[in-house]
């Protein structure tokens, strides 16, 4: 292709609206080129083009000349009047909201754990009040030992939920052992014994001692070796 014909290519796809970077891969030549053929072509314009138009889009960047030119800002341009400054930018942009993001997700993450931590803590520390107190009867007794049940089932629940959010699974954890552990007891009516004035659940003591060890570990440790074994209880149907 001659220099006339490539002007004239170049000034054509210019006032369809192509960018400095479009035009190069039409043509095949290299952007800095199409942008010293753009600025000749501006330069050398009188007024206004063939067949006028608007302004160009921002999608469109560049410089039109006659009617509405004046209303399309020069700006980002580096010397040979490319955008290669404007794509920098949106990439520098993009690693930055990218950065951002990922960091909003640690905090995110960390919150949800901390949380975890502390209301399991707090849960297990209602637990072993609950196993220890006096109750008045024996079918006050069932009743509240079968609302506690509940609570460790909607507890697992929500744990389950955070687990997930935290992309982290919930079933190979310590915490869900343990609390499947006290689920599984409190389920199989456990035995009463007859205090001075009251009634109290009879293994309370020993799961009070076992919830003393473990609601101090963090809720995301493995089940693996070493770790506290759930106490071997004898249970009866009344």
């Not at 297990?124 to 460790?152: C, D, G, H, P």
């Not at 909607?154 to 919930?170: E, H, P």
């Not at 609390?179 to 009634?199: C, I, M, N, V, W």
């Amino acid at each position: 292709m001659n220099k006339e014909h490539l002007h004239a290519k170049v000034q054509q796809l210019h006032e369809e609206g192509y960018s400095i970077r479009g035009i190069a891969q039409k043509v095949g030549i290299s952007k800095s080129n199409i942008g010293r053929i753009v600025k000749v072509i501006q330069d050398s314009c009188s007024g206004t083009l063939i067949e006028p138009r608007p302004a160009s889009a921002p999608e469109s960047p560049g410089t039109l000349c006659g009617p509405g030119a004046e209303i399309v800002p020069n700006i980002d341009r580096d010397a040979s009047g490319t955008l290669e400054s404007i794509d920098k930018g949106e990439n520098e942009a993009e690693q930055a909201e990218q950065q951002n993001n990922h960091a909003f997700k640690e905090i995110l993450m960390w919150s949800y754990k901390q949380n975890l931590q502390s209301s399991y803590r707090d849960f297990l520390y209602n637990m072993r009040s609950f196993l220890t107190n006096n109750l008045s009867s024996e079918s006050l007794a069932r009743e509240l030992i079968q609302s506690r049940q509940k609570r460790v089932r909607d507890f697992i629940m929500r744990a389950r939920g955070i687990c997930l959010n935290c992309n982290v699974n919930y079933d190979s954890l310590f915490m869900a052992y343990a609390l499947e552990r006290l689920y599984f007891f409190l389920g199989q009516q456990p035995e009463l014994e007859k205090t001075k004035h009251d009634l109290k659940i009879k293994a309370g003591v020993v799961l009070e001692q076992f919830i003393k060890q473990v609601e101090r570990m963090d809720v995301f440790t493995p089940i693996g070796n070493g770790v506290v074994r759930f106490p071997s209880i004898n249970t009866q149907h009344c």
